[in-house]
């Protein structure tokens, strides 16, 4: 198992820069695909990025896409999302999870341990 907890969130200004850190902890999370998405109240969770073990592969979701790039430090049990130049429409809860397995990882339900959430609200 795997504790997962974020920090970052917080107001910034459209065009800003804020970075969101996810710590792990219990089993190490290097072991894991680890994704970041986030959640509009009654919403459904929508995928933002993942990276997988080592880093060498990283997706994102079309809407932040050369705006927002996932990190991981493996020593560290740390993944980080920079958000650059964000838009108001990034306004929401953003949450830190690690994935199951290497399969649909693009999807929440793909995903088995998550954190508490982050909330981000970009002011235009």
């Known amino acids: 198992q795997v504790q997962l907890v974020e920090s970052g969130g917080g107001l910034v200004q459209a065009g800003g820069s804020l970075r969101l850190a996810c710590a792990a902890s219990?089993?190490?999370?290097?072991?894991?695909?680890m994704g970041w998405f986030r959640q509009l109240p009654g919403k459904e969770r929508e995928f933002v990025a993942f990276?997988?073990?080592?880093?060498?592969?990283?997706d994102y979701a079309d809407a932040v896409k050369g705006r927002f790039t996932i990190s991981r430090d493996n020593a560290k049990n740390t993944v980080d999302l920079q958000m650059s130049s964000p838009k108001p429409e990034d306004t929401a809860v953003y949450y830190c999870?690690?994935?199951?397995?290497?399969?649909?990882?693009?999807?929440?339900?793909?995903?088995?341990?998550w954190g508490q959430g982050t909330q981000v609200t970009v002011s235009s």
């Open positions: 999870a690690a994935a199951r397995g290497p399969y649909d990882v693009r999807n929440w339900y793909a995903y088995g341990y």
């Open positions: 990276i997988t073990q080592t880093g060498g592969i990283t």
């Open positions: 219990g089993r190490t999370s290097s072991s894991y695909i």
